[in-house]
């Protein structure tokens, strides 16, 4: 039901600003590169130490010494630059950076964040994620509103260990999009097809639903 | 100059013993100290600490001497695509630090750069805060963290000359620079040794000071951890 | 690529007003922002506190605000070489506070970085810790020192292109890159301005997100302060 | 009496070790770069943002952009790098500077060092001094034993405001060689031509004089 991740990355890039420097996640995240609106300039950051990544390397010229923070084989446009990691985070925790966008597996309602670990299951480790969520003045997430059981990933609290508190401002699902403010999710937007009452029902957290909520353009 | 030259790994490696601390720079299997590593897999060193981004894979990089049972703890922020480390945790035979990486880097750079401790907002309100101390600036709360105390660090370049100035080479770099400022010793394996002259000396990424020990790597395997191109048009 | 440009140094310091806090890079007279400088005495701003290494000369550099009384208070490590300056000193009119230079490095660095706080050994036990925490790391004493809240950072590059990263020369690098990094807007004069693409992405000393507003300066005095030479045999 | 500065300097050349990272402070300490004794490596690193520091350039090619923390004009040897002031005090704070030589208007018996101010006059800031005797292991004062007045600088405590506490291992001065341990100053040599009592009449801190002081080789 909803949106495609190929369509949640479509909606988030419509949040992307001009001359905005931009962290993009593993997954979801990834694909916002895609649809950079027309008409605007933004730089993408990769926190191993590349700023201005460009595209994927055409076949045969892939460098193992060229790789983004998903350890896939990418480029650097003219303009970009490569620096070490201890610089890379400088930018991040300065807040040079003006947006990162994430997946998580839960949200809660004052803007906490758990994309880590589960308790009792394999622990991968948290990588950049701590270190982004708590410095970026912008942070959206694309996830999907619930999970596999049908449970509500859009929570009053979240149940599993926080990456980060009160950070996300921002929340793009298959379903809607929300806006994270005073303690409380604010339908923005439907996805083409969804209900307010189907957005509610798939929401644990206290959801504001103020006038009439407008169908997502994509 | 100060000529930092070895032979090679085996003269670059000498002192190491079980039971140490080392930093082992590189992101996933990008500028990971190969030749190094190998050495220590062959000295069979044991009970060992080991601060380093990531912990390879089953069978290159970290996953190496992890398959050996070399290491007795890992410090890192990310350590998927690995069953062996998998197995070794969840078994408690490993023991496991994981903290964000912005913190790993700059506890690097603190541990080079005679800071012993700073604050940073990572982690701030999670478990990795727990037992540390917080600190409200400016409205915002923040973490103190601490310098490491390596006692070795190895560190893979592109370029390095005599005098063990470091050159590296696009995403190659991440977690090198600041690990070859920390060690107690600092071992550069580089893939293209120079005499001195041979590098701008306003281009250089890792002044000599820095590096205790430099030599010529071999066979370098370079592997790719996710091959992700665009098809020839 | 974001375009950072701008026409001139007028446009570059838009925004300016009496009562801010600037960084200004620079060593000595080498690596100073000139045409930034120049623009601040043609806007006549006033109350300027001033966060530099040193204070310029009487005629040249910071010595040209001083002269004119801009500036409220400076923050260097080392204000010599400068009569307007001692007289404004011991006169009152001027508020000095003299830091340790690596702390002041650390420091711009530190704002720059999103660390809000850090320790160092250096003034432990002098006057310049009076007043500030001390701790004990080791066996160590050290001092907690506190990032800057620039308003503006003004930086002189060699070469910089129109995405704003920076190449700077020999010594002239010093203070610029940390300044750079910690600007709320860091304008960057450069000596050559080119396209995107002409800079190796592998040598940028200071990427360019960290520069709001870059241009081409004009003029370049570059003065030498203590000009000592060998003989031509 | 006693030494010359240039013979000062020549002394403490003789105290540089193979493979010595070096930061020279201005005066009397640059003139130690003149004696490097033979079949050693040593490198000069200067804060401003230089390791491997050569002479003066030859006249003609003295260039703005590459001095000293003295702002004298310099070069540049082959190995050398060139680096941002943070990245030169990491290297000072790290200890990976083997030895600093510096100059000081008084040493206390303890370790302390006074170099930077003297209140009621013009002060003119301490640099990166006290960075450097903060961190650094091995510090030699390079001092004349006396001021102009005929008083002593070598002194139980330290009367102007302190550059960094218990920091000093040697003084090197125009009449003596002394090593600072124990809260007291161990006459290790003698200037030519200096006796003993000397010596100790210049000097206001404790004084160990054990065995016989031989005369300083130059």
Redesign the interface.
């Given at each position: 039901m909803g949106l495609s991740k190929q369509e949640i990355a479509q909606r988030i890039a419509q949040e992307l600003r001009d001359?905005w420097?931009v962290n993009l996640g593993i997954g979801i995240p990834t694909l916002v590169a895609n649809y950079i609106p027309k008409g605007i300039?933004?730089?993408f950051?990769?926190?191993?130490?590349?700023?201005?990544m460009g595209?994927?390397?055409?076949?045969?010229t892939?460098?193992?010494?060229?790789?983004?923070?998903?350890?896939?084989?990418?480029t650097?446009?003219?303009?970009?630059?490569?620096?070490?990691?201890?610089?890379?985070?400088?930018?991040?925790?300065?807040?040079?950076?003006q947006l990162t966008v994430l997946g998580a597996m839960e949200v809660a309602q004052n803007g906490?964040i758990a994309n880590w670990k589960i308790p009792g299951r394999?622990?991968?480790?948290?990588?950049?994620?701590?270190?982004l969520v708590?410095?970026a003045e912008n942070i959206i997430v694309a996830m999907m509103h619930t999970n596999k059981r049908g449970e509500s990933k859009i929570l009053k609290e979240c149940s599993l260990?926080?990456?980060?508190?009160?950070c996300v401002t921002k929340v793009v699902t298959n379903l809607a999009v929300l806006e994270v403010k005073n303690g409380a999710f604010h339908l923005l937007e439907r996805a083409p097809g969804v209900s307010v009452e189907e957005i509610q029902e798939a929401t644990e957290g206290t959801l504001i639903i103020e006038g009439i909520i407008p169908e997502m353009k994509l | 100059m100060i000529n930092k030259v070895v032979e090679n790994a085996e003269k670059a490696l000498l002192g190491v013993t079980d039971g140490m601390t080392f930093m082992l720079g590189g992101f996933g299997l990008s500028g990971i100290p190969e030749n190094s590593i190998s050495e220590l897999v062959k000295l069979g060193v044991k009970e060992l600490t080991c601060i380093s981004n990531n912990a390879g894979v089953d069978d290159f990089g970290l996953g190496l001497l992890l398959q050996k049972r070399q290491i007795k703890k890992m410090i890192s922020s990310y350590v998927g695509e690995n069953d062996e480390f998998e197995r070794q945790m969840l078994s408690g035979e490993l023991e496991v630090d994981l903290i964000p990486q912005g913190t790993l880097a700059e506890r690097c750079r603190a541990t080079g750069a005679g800071i012993p401790a700073f604050y940073t907002p990572a982690g701030y309100g999670t478990e990795v805060a727990e037992g540390k101390e917080t600190r409200e600036f400016k409205g915002k709360m923040y973490v103190l963290e601490h310098a490491f105390e390596p006692e070795f660090a190895f560190v893979k370049a592109w370029k390095g000359d005599t005098a063990g100035n470091l050159i590296f080479k696009g995403t190659a770099r991440n977690f090198n620079p600041m690990m070859a400022m920390a060690g107690k010793i600092t071992v550069a394996e580089v893939e293209e040794l120079v005499a001195v002259g041979e590098l701008d000396p306003n281009q250089i990424h890792t002044p000599g000071i820095f590096v205790q020990r430099i030599f010529q790597g071999t066979a370098y395997e370079k592997r790719i951890e996710q091959r992700t191109v665009t098809p020839k048009s």
């Open positions: 001359k420097y300039e933004v730089e950051q990769s926190e191993n130490g590349l700023l201005g595209p994927f390397p055409v076949e045969g892939e460098d193992a010494d060229m790789i983004n923070a998903g350890k896939q084989t990418v650097v446009l003219k303009g970009g630059s490569l620096f070490d990691s201890a610089t890379s985070f400088a930018m991040i925790r300065g807040q040079h950076v906490d394999m622990v991968k480790g948290m990588g950049g994620a701590m270190d708590a410095s260990p926080l990456t980060g508190v009160g | -």
